[in-house]
């Protein structure tokens, strides 16, 4: 099955600095990616999404970046806010199922 | 434009004892998804249903663990005998499609945290 790796588990960055988060996936029929915000004790909010067929999409602050070849996705944040702080999941979903697998979490704290 | 709706939001039970996990997708939407999440751990998919059809169980440990989506009415997870080790929040999910060739959006639930004394 599908296997997402997802570095760093924590990011501390400084209010205005970019945030990166980095996952690798071991499948290469995987088709879509979303990123998902959660904050403390809230549902998984979808963000940003990419799928297969893209290199890059942007939405405002946030962008994701897709390299098919070397298997891996990225989520860039920039000009980063305090209202950024939470935990950052990303998944990922073959052709071969229906469902997200999803890394292990990213929480990141934006310090004022 | 309700979202995704779950219930109870806070479950506590004591070991032995049965939990329901209720879960009502967005409107429009007859895919729904269950997936647990283990404290400071992602989550992981545990079942995917369709009205009245279980699509994917391959995530359900094989005991005591079953999922329903009637055709009318929300889905419904089912745990029976609980064990300290079922403490997790769980979450649905859902979406208006769902394809292998294409990937819909899935949307959360606020989540059930399921607490086994």
């Known amino acids: 099955g599908e296997n997402v790796e997802q570095h760093p588990s924590t990011l501390s960055v400084q209010e205005g600095d970019s945030a990166v988060i980095k996952c690798t996936y071991s499948?290469?029929?995987?088709?879509?990616f979303p990123w998902y915000k959660q904050e403390l004790g809230k549902r998984p909010q979808l963000i940003i999404d990419?799928?297969?067929?893209?290199g890059e999409k942007k939405d405002q602050r946030i962008a994701v970046t897709l390299n098919k070849t070397a298997k891996h996705f990225s989520l860039h944040i920039t000009e980063t806010q305090p209202e950024d702080s939470a935990v950052y999941f990303c998944a990922a979903k073959t052709r071969a199922d229906y469902k997200l697998s999803f890394g292990a979490g990213t929480t990141v704290t934006v310090r004022a | 434009n309700a979202g995704v709706m779950q219930n109870p939001r806070h479950l506590v039970r004591r070991r032995g004892q049965e939990a329901r996990l209720r879960c009502s997708p967005m409107?429009?939407?007859?895919?729904v998804y269950w997936y647990r999440q283990l404290p400071e751990e992602g989550l992981k998919f545990m079942v995917y249903l369709q009205k009245e059809n279980i699509i994917d169980e391959s995530g359900m440990p094989k005991e005591r663990f079953s999922a329903e989506f009637p055709k009318e009415g929300p889905s419904i997870l089912r745990i029976q005998q609980v064990v300290r080790g079922d403490s997790a929040a769980y979450f649905c999910?859902?979406?208006?499609?769902?394809?292998?060739?294409?990937?819909?959006?899935?949307?959360f639930g606020p989540g059930t945290r399921l607490t086994v004394t």
């Open positions: 499948d290469s029929a995987s088709n879509y």
């Open positions: 409107k429009g939407h007859s895919h």
């Open positions: 999910a859902s979406s208006p499609l769902a394809s292998r060739d294409f990937a819909y959006e899935q949307y």
């Open positions: 990419i799928r297969s067929n893209v």
